[in-house]
């Protein structure tokens, strides 16, 4: 069992907020813009990705089974672009009212 003298629980509350502010200012995380990493990577990859993935596909598939006759607007294709995460810039569709 530990004791401890009343008060010394928020005396090392406290300093705990202190060290995690400098820890955010540290990590960019006090306002500055950092660039988009997604979902992360290594030990800090997102726990959350499948479950967003997965979201994502069952948004596009409920879109898709709405729109009639969903097409390209010409035959020419898009240019892929990118190395990590190749895809177009732009896919413009259109689709039957």
Do not use: Y
């Not at 629980?9 to 990590?27: E, I, K, M, T, Y």
């Not at 190749?86 to 009212?97: E, K, Q, T």
Request: some cysteine.
């Amino acid at each position: 069992m530990v004791v401890q003298r009343p008060g010394a629980v928020a005396q090392q509350d406290a300093g705990h907020r202190r060290a995690a502010g400098a820890d955010r200012q540290r990590a960019g995380q006090d306002g500055e813009h950092r660039p988009h990493v997604a979902f992360g990577g290594g030990k800090h990859f997102c726990v959350g990705s499948n479950l967003a993935r997965m979201e994502a596909r069952v948004a596009l598939e409920a879109i898709l089974d709405r729109l009639r006759n969903v097409r390209l607007p010409t035959a020419e294709l898009p240019g892929v672009f990118g190395l990590a995460f190749r895809s177009p810039r732009r896919l413009p569709v259109v689709f039957d009212n």
